[in-house]
């Protein structure tokens, strides 16, 4: 079968049965969060990047990637927390935003 008319079996699936759209919603939702997180760099690692990229030096940046995470009131010490060295954005080991590093974290 043929990709349209998957999107056509699915769409008339989640017409007749709703509790499967929320089944596929879950499951989209989910695979994008993994996809989004495979191009975090570890916490020390991607702010180190994030402030090499920013004009900040390297120590600057990991330094405020440990304050995010502290910030996260949830966060344990050997909790694997990561950085998107591009926007700054910190995420937990579940891949919920914590926080930004462009924010100053004192």
């Known amino acids: 079968m043929e990709p349209i008319g998957l999107g056509l079996v699915a769409t008339a699936a989640c ?15 989910g695979d994008i969060k993994d996809l989004f997180t495979q191009y975090n760099l570890p916490l020390d690692k991607g702010g180190e ?20 995470k502290k910030r996260d009131r949830m966060s344990g010490a050997r909790d694997k927390y990561t ?3 591009a926007s700054g954005n910190v995420y937990d080991p579940e ?11 004192d």
């Open 49 to 68: 990047e994030w402030g090499r990229r920013n004009g900040v030096g390297a120590a600057e940046g990991r330094r405020r990637a440990h304050n995010a």
């Open 95 to 105: 891949g919920e935003y914590v926080g930004n590093l462009n924010d100053d974290y």
């Open 83 to 85: 950085v998107d060295p």
């Open 15 to 29: 017409a007749t049965h709703p509790e499967l759209s929320e089944q596929i919603i879950e499951q989209v939702v």
